[in-house]
């Protein structure tokens, strides 16, 4: 057993050292580094049984982390130290571990085959190196927007793995999201495809969980070819995942491209209700130098929407227009039956937009419904009006300018 160990005993003038060949393994002895101790690990660090209160620094830099005891999260919640991983590929796996800090450090990918947690008080620091969250969730505790170092290194997850983040200000939150292996990019070696959630307003507390996957949606349950009228075609490339796990706050979504690999697609997309493909939002777009994409050039768009509700598990991608002047999805039907499906008329993003009024008229020009500040919440149900097609005249402030849409809406009722 080869470790090498300098801990300052509880503060003490004392150093201990000691050097020991192969594997490093807690059976269930108190372990504890105190501030300013160092450990190093040349080979796996497996915790079968106990927590280590870690105050130091533990590197380890030539084998994995595996925690089988299933009664403990390996580092003390206390802890305030780091944990480094330097050695080449490394795996973390056997039951949740809860680091104080992270750091990613040496020549290979580090892969998750556990959860993997950063308390409430550490860093992860990303280094230069892929974190493979695989299926696997990571879940940054820390709410301080720092809590996270990208570096030049990123986050890469499957349809099950995901980032998350704690957050309880109205700062940006970055998600450093991106792929070993991207889909259908020409030239393209790394696939870096950052986000950012900011809420709006101090509102309390709050959770979001993000996942790139690099494939086309289709492949996972996602029908690129199943769309509004309204939307054009759905990307091929890539899709995200996102939720608003905790809290109630309205928040901002910013997503980033590179305009030379992904021309024209900047109208954002998100998977509905209706099993297709729907404007998620008016997608407001600017050019600028976002950083590096980690593939010889630049992020130069910045893609941000803003949600007024909270959505779970809901898949984004990209159309290839933008909303422009229509950021609206107007449903042609509604069914105002008591069965708690569709039994309002809805409009996609109104919400967004409250100066605005809407008139609906019946076959004859008589005007049977009007409201300003129309929104989903207070949507019309069609009260006694008998069933059939209705015109829809809305006018809404968009860009400071008011913009007029118009088209039919049929109510159905049971017999």
């Not at 890469?156 to 991207?182: C, I, Q």
Request: charged share 15%; net charge neutral; proline share 5%.
């Amino acid at each position: 057993m080869r470790t090498c160990l300098i801990v300052k005993l509880l503060g003490a003038a004392c150093l201990f050292a000691c050097n020991s060949y192969a594997q490093l393994v807690n059976k269930g002895n108190a372990l504890m580094l105190s501030p300013g101790s160092l450990m190093y690990v040349d080979a796996d660090f497996i915790n079968q049984k106990g927590i280590v209160q870690n105050d130091g620094q533990i590197e380890v830099k030539g084998g994995n982390i595996f925690n089988s005891d299933l009664q403990s999260d390996l580092f003390g919640s206390q802890s305030k130290g780091e944990v480094i991983l330097s050695g080449g590929a490394q795996i973390l796996s056997g039951s949740r571990i809860v680091f104080p800090s992270l750091t990613l450090k040496g020549t290979g990918d580090k892969t998750l085959e556990t959860d993997i947690d950063i308390n409430e008080n550490g860093i992860l620091s990303l280094g230069d190196r892929q974190l493979k969250a695989e299926s696997y969730s990571i879940h940054v505790l820390n709410p301080d927007p720092g809590a996270i170092i990208p570096g030049t290194g990123f986050i890469s997850t499957n349809t099950k793995g995901t980032l998350v983040r704690n957050t309880n200000t109205d700062a940006s939150y970055l998600f450093p999201l991106g792929s070993s292996a991207p889909n259908g990019f020409t030239g393209v070696a790394t696939l870096y495809r950052p986000l950012e959630f900011k809420p709006q307003g101090s509102l309390g507390n709050n959770s979001f969980s993000a996942s790139l996957i690099p494939s086309d949606p289709t492949l996972g349950g996602y029908d690129i070819t199943k769309k509004r009228y309204d939307v054009k075609a759905v990307s091929d490339k890539y899709y995200y995942i996102l939720s608003q796990k905790g809290g109630t706050s309205k928040f901002d979504v910013t997503f980033y491209q590179n305009s030379s690999h992904e021309t024209g697609s900047t109208q954002l997309v998100s998977w509905g209700n209706y099993l297709q493909w729907e404007k998620a939002a008016p997608s407001t777009t600017t050019p600028g130098d976002y950083n590096d994409d980690l593939n010889g050039s630049k992020l130069n768009t910045s893609i941000k929407f803003s949600s007024n509700q909270v959505f779970h598990n809901t898949p984004f991608t990209f159309s290839s227009e933008a909303g422009g002047v229509n950021p609206f999805t107007f449903f042609n039907a509604f069914s105002p039956d008591g069965d708690n499906r569709n039994d309002t008329w809805t409009i996609n993003n109104i919400d967004l937009y409250p100066d605005n009024k809407l008139s609906i008229y019946n076959r004859w020009g008589d005007e049977v419904f009007s409201a300003k500040g129309y929104t989903n919440e207070k949507a019309w149900d069609g009260g006694n009006l008998q069933p059939g097609t209705y015109y829809y005249v809305l006018t809404a402030q968009i860009e400071n300018q008011p913009r007029v849409f118009k088209g039919f809406i049929t109510m159905i009722k049971k017999n």
